[in-house]
């Protein structure tokens, strides 16, 4: 059985999702793939099933309704956990996020990281073609979380992960109740809270050539509040 799996959440993906899967079975060969699409209107479960028909090493998710990117990766971690996976790997599937940066990024985790955060805002990270109303959400939010959270990581809403799923298994995962991007900030911060290993590896972020982005107001205000929550007045930690 294959040691990685590779979870992309997809949600109106049609003109990215093919060209995305190729990459990855080209950087990751070995790795199994797993698609959580929430009932797209475009078409984008339907696609990922032929491409499923042609390759068993890559499985599809149907979720009955849009409930956002946190959701979408429990699900997908489910997924990965009851199937005994050692290592599981999120990443978009708008092609923003190069699969030949995971050979390495897994190495990290295999070298003793509990996280490996595909990270922009360090050394030798970078974003292109981002508009610079993201980049600034993206840069002041970062900076907010790390000062609010008294946190060590500096792209702590990167959706380009590899978990340990020994780590994943750590964190109560039923407990997470984010459901848009702060998911992200909440799964690296309990990790880091409980003594996990968080790595971060530089990446170059690449806006997506087709269709739209989910992000919208309403994912910003969330991850707003419950920041500014956890910073007053953080949850108990988990045991280990
Ligand atoms: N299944 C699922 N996927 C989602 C949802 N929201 C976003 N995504 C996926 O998450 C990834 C990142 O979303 P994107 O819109 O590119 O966000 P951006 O890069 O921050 O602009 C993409 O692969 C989306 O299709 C959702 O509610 N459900
Ligand atoms: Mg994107």
Same mark, same amino acid.
């Given at each position: ?28 060969? $070995?790795?199994? !793939?797993? %698609?959580?699409? =929430?009932? &797209?209107? +475009?078409?984008?479960?339907?696609? /990922?099933?032929?491409?499923? #028909? ?31 996976? $050692?290592?599981? !790997?999120? %990443?978009?599937? =708008?092609? &923003?996020? +190069?699969?030949?940066?995971?050979? /390495?990024?897994?190495?990290? #985790? ?54 340990? #799923? ?75």
């Amino acid at each position: 059985m294959a040691e990685t799996l590779v979870i992309l959440p997809t949600y109106n993906e049609i003109e990215s999702l093919a060209s995305v899967i190729g990459r990855i079975r080209q950087s990751v060969p $070995l790795a199994d !793939v797993l %698609i959580v699409d =929430d009932s &797209s209107p +475009d078409g984008t479960g339907e696609l /990922a099933e032929k491409l499923a #028909a042609e390759d068993p090493g890559l499985s599809v998710l149907h979720r009955t309704a849009k409930e956002g990117l946190g959701r979408a990766y429990l699900a997908g971690f489910d997924f990965a956990l009851e199937q005994d996976y $050692l290592y599981v !790997v999120e %990443i978009d599937a =708008d092609g &923003s996020h +190069d699969p030949a940066e995971l050979p /390495a990024m897994i190495e990290l #985790a295999r070298a003793g990281a509990d996280l490996v955060i595909g990270s922009r805002w360090v050394p030798g990270g970078s974003v292109r073609n981002w508009p610079w109303l993201r980049q600034a959400i993206s840069r002041l939010g970062n900076s907010y979380a790390r000062a609010a959270l008294r946190s060590d990581i500096r792209d702590i809403t990167s959706g380009f992960r590899v978990f340990k #799923a020994e780590a994943l298994r750590s964190l109560h995962l039923s407990a997470v109740s984010s459901q848009g991007y702060c998911f992200q900030v909440e799964l690296a911060w309990r990790l880091e809270r409980n003594g996990g290993v968080v790595v971060e590896s530089p990446i170059i972020f690449v806006e997506r050539a087709a269709g739209r982005s989910k992000m919208h107001l309403g994912i910003v205000i969330e991850a707003l509040v419950r920041v500014t929550i956890w910073g007053i007045a953080p949850p108990r930690r988990a045991r280990r």
